[in-house]
């Protein structure tokens, strides 16, 4: 693909992130590509992703140089202008990221020469009974050790805003939205409703709601389950919850998930893929739900997202199974599906064992 236009985004506290950054633009001046480092802090403070992208002549292409957090500052700007994505793995999970920080010349050779893939992503949007705010005295403390916080979300000028069906917000996720509680000695109570009917109503240290790609992320280590990023569904998924049934609810793209903080509870922070970016008061209410467009990222080579889960997870197989020997596979993948499973996604060997590039 012709890419004239490229924006960075580098972990600044790694210097394999900074060393990859030379190369990027050593790459981009050698074939007249515009580089610019985007997502920065500016003056002490930060912008909003669609200033950003605008400051930076909104790029065709964004490149990550850093962990999965680093890929998520790049999903917060490639979605406001439908940038294609390509993340370079600096970091130790390396669950969203796509190439070794040694490969990244020929990355960029790739997606040049249009050898690639593009994953499409599902991403989540929000409506809340009110705008987003954090309290004046709480960001000094919630920014400790960090950069300054995200800005508070604006509202989305091309949608319509009312009292029943809230504020839509002009933000989106591509791990999760959730909704925890401020006070250690005192949950947040919240009611949960799926498609506009009440779930339950529970109370707990956070309630969240995951994307199938977040789904490996805070939702995992509150015992949600693996979803494929080839699925679209939400995953709703109570942390600590104290009630007898604390499973995670899986629902279709179109059912939408509300969270509605009751009156006996303390007030609530909002967290988009992990920025806080507001706090609810009893009586706020926000609402979950598939955004209309999705993030387009770069992939290289096939998806083997099931290997790089036993990879990045440390899964061992049962001693019991292997107590004969290795597990035999179930498929002999080393040729091309026949005809009644053309249609599925099969991992050959071939596939599994040629480099991404």
């Given at each position: ?82 940038a294609l994505l390509l993340g370079v793995n600096l970091g130790r999970v390396g669950f969203l990221t796509e190439v070794p920080a040694s490969d990244v ?174 706090v609810l008061d009893p009586g706020d209410w926000i609402g979950v739900y598939a955004a209309p467009h999705r993030l387009r990222a770069v992939r290289l ?57």
């Amino acid at each position: 693909m012709r890419v004239s236009r490229l924006g960075l985004v580098v972990h600044g506290g790694r210097p394999e992130a900074l060393e990859a950054a030379c190369v990027v633009r050593s790459w981009s001046a050698e074939h007249a590509v515009r580089c610019t480092d985007i997502d920065v802090w500016q003056d002490g403070g930060r912008r909003s992703a669609r200033e950003e992208v605008e400051a930076a002549g909104d790029p065709e292409l964004i490149v990550t140089l850093g962990g999965d957090g680093t890929f998520l500052r790049g999903a917060r700007l490639a979605a406001v202008n439908d940038a294609l994505l390509l993340g370079v793995n600096l970091g130790r999970v390396g669950f969203l990221t796509e190439v070794p920080a040694s490969d990244v010349g020929t990355a960029l050779d790739a997606v040049r020469d249009d050898r690639l893939g593009i994953d499409s992503r599902m991403l989540l949007a929000l409506r809340a009974s009110r705008r987003l705010e954090v309290p004046a005295g709480m960001e000094a403390w919630v920014r400790f050790g960090r950069g300054p916080l995200l800005p508070p979300p604006q509202v989305r000028p091309d949608c319509a805003v009312n009292d029943e069906w809230g504020i839509p917000l002009d933000v989106t996720a591509l791990n999760d939205v959730v909704l925890e509680k401020l006070a250690r000695d005192r949950q947040v109570s919240v009611g949960v409703y799926v498609s506009g009917r009440l779930l339950a109503s529970y109370s707990a240290d956070a309630l969240l709601v995951a994307t199938p790609t977040g789904s490996t992320a805070y939702s995992f280590a509150a015992g949600g389950p693996v979803v494929s990023p080839r699925a679209d569904a939400l995953v709703f998924t109570p942390v600590a919850p104290h009630m007898a049934f604390n499973r995670s609810v899986v629902t279709a793209p179109d059912e939408p998930v509300g969270l509605r903080i009751l009156e006996r509870s303390g007030p609530a922070a909002v967290s988009i893929d992990g920025q806080l970016r507001g706090v609810l008061d009893p009586g706020d209410w926000i609402g979950v739900y598939a955004a209309p467009h999705r993030l387009r990222a770069v992939r290289l080579g096939p998806m083997d997202f099931y290997g790089r889960l036993r990879e990045r997870m440390n899964l061992t197989d049962a001693p019991a199974a292997v107590a004969d020997g290795s597990p035999a596979p179930l498929w002999s993948v080393t040729t091309p599906p026949p005809g009644d499973l053309a249609h599925l996604a099969l991992l050959t060997v071939q596939d599994n064992s040629s480099p991404l590039l």
